[in-house]
């Protein structure tokens, strides 16, 4: 049995900074009876909050243990943003555990990922932590698809402008005439076209570094291992986690799933050495399709609407050059253990992982996650980076 609210007695005990929960679970004791119930989790959570600032190696500092698996808010300049918490039930508050933080697709919501069994039970066999957060846009008037906004996506302009190498080509990211507006009442100033697509309501970078940063006061987390994984319009949005110097501070590794930027955004990671990142699409996407293999020109939505991506080959290309790979060839085959999925990556790259830092990764699917499969290999691209 699980509880949905926490009461007034236990509230004091969860807040942390500007950090509240809104709802949380935990094992009941199995008399069923409420108070009970309720010491046993004061138990839980006194137990956790007993450690204080431990040396975790590396020079990091837990923070307080105030976090169990439920969902909580962030204050952010007056907006309360939501976001799930998973802790493995062998959380232990004197070891720094992995983090990832992942982001929902377009419309999507906090149980995208964690409501898949294969997610929760590969995060608790390996250790980490997941924060879930959700996106803005249903708080709007007319209440618009919760979304998460990255370069091209408020604007509706694309990353290369007029290119007069390219016949009929605008400075778009999409076919105005041709697309649905999607617009949000929040980007009604910055919208340059019928394009845009995401909210202008809150900065979405700087709520990722902020929602690390709680993880890091509220749980015992390993800073050196805060990883990003996104769908669809998240994993567009993980790659400006690595483009941008606030957040590529925080994330060690992105993989963004059937997710590429919008055309024209080729900028490679600002880290000196790059950033790993694992690219997962499918070769029958029509809302974001990855173009051919060594293909480095940019691809075309042909679901209704008529979106420009940058091309998979394109982008993970100049993300292992700022590796330090060997992109004068072609990259190669790279054997990652699952038998409906095909990984190429150049070589010669910085590093000492099992895999090249950066993998473009393609599988015989549509839009769709494939996280029975997909999932363990995320993790097991996250696990290199120890």
């Given at each position: 049995?699980?509880?949905s609210?926490l ?19 935990v094992?009941?004791a199995?008399?069923g009876?409420p108070e ?7 138990d ?5 909050s007993?450690?204080?600032r ?5 020079g990091d ?8 698996s439920?969902v909580?808010?962030?204050e952010?300049?007056g ?11 062998a ?5 720094a555990?992995?983090l ?14 964690l409501d898949?069994?294969v997610v ?8 980490y932590?997941l ?17 998460w906004?990255f370069?091209?996506?408020t604007t ?5 402008g ?9 400075d ?11 617009g949000?009442?929040s980007?009604?100033?910055v919208?340059q076209n ?6 202008c309501?809150?900065?979405?970078i700087?709520?990722a ?12 987390i ?14 567009m949005?993980?790659?400006d986690l690595?483009r ?6 925080k994330?060690?590794a992105?993989a ?16 000196s ?6 690219l997962?699409?499918?070769?029958q996407?029509?809302t974001?399709p990855p173009?051919e293999?060594s ?6 939505t042909?679901?209704?609407d008529?979106?420009?991506y ?13 590796s ?7 990259p ?6 699952v ?5 190429r990556?150049w070589?010669g790259?910085a590093?000492g992982?099992?895999w090249?830092?950066?993998l473009d ?13 997909s ?9 290199q980076?120890k």
């Amino acid at each position: 049995m699980f509880v949905s609210k926490l009461d007034s007695r236990l509230l004091l005990v969860l807040l942390s900074s500007t950090v509240i929960a809104v709802s949380a679970g935990v094992q009941a004791a199995s008399s069923g009876n409420p108070e009970a119930h309720f010491s046993a989790l004061n138990d839980v959570i006194q137990q956790r909050s007993s450690v204080k600032r431990v040396d975790a190696g590396a020079g990091d500092l837990c923070g307080d243990s105030n976090w169990i698996s439920g969902v909580y808010s962030l204050e952010r300049n007056g907006l309360s943003r939501d976001f799930r918490v998973f802790v493995p039930e062998a959380y232990d508050a004197t070891e720094a555990a992995p983090l990832i933080v992942a982001f929902h697709g377009w419309g999507g919501g906090d149980g995208e990922f964690l409501d898949k069994g294969v997610v929760s039970a590969e995060l608790e066999a390996r250790g980490y932590v997941l924060v879930a957060p959700v996106g803005l846009g249903p708080e709007e008037t007319g209440r618009s698809p919760a979304s998460w906004s990255f370069s091209g996506s408020t604007t509706g302009l694309d990353g290369d402008g007029l290119n007069m190498a390219v016949s009929g080509d605008t400075d778009a990211i999409c076919d105005d005439a041709r697309t649905a507006n999607y617009g949000y009442g929040s980007c009604a100033d910055v919208a340059q076209n019928g394009c845009s697509w995401t909210q202008c309501t809150d900065n979405d970078i700087d709520y990722a570094a902020a929602l690390v940063e709680a993880a890091a006061e509220n749980l015992c987390i390993d800073s050196d291992r805060v990883f990003a994984v996104g769908g669809s319009n998240g994993g567009m949005f993980t790659w400006d986690l690595g483009r941008t110097a606030l957040s590529a501070q925080k994330f060690r590794a992105i993989a963004p799933l059937i997710g590429l930027p919008h055309r024209g955004y080729l900028d490679p990671p600002v880290k000196s050495g790059g950033m790993p990142a694992l690219l997962i699409t499918g070769k029958q996407d029509r809302t974001v399709p990855p173009g051919e293999w060594s293909d480095l020109g940019f691809t075309t939505t042909t679901d209704g609407d008529v979106f420009y991506y940058t091309g998979a080959s394109a982008i993970t290309k100049v993300w292992a050059e700022a590796s330090n790979c060997d992109v004068s060839k072609p990259p190669g085959l790279i054997d990652v253990g699952v038998a409906n999925v095909e990984c190429r990556a150049w070589s010669g790259c910085a590093g000492g992982s099992m895999w090249p830092p950066v993998l473009d990764c393609r599988s015989d699917m549509g839009h769709v996650y494939g996280l029975n499969w997909s999932w363990p290999l995320i993790m097991d691209f996250f696990d290199q980076y120890k």
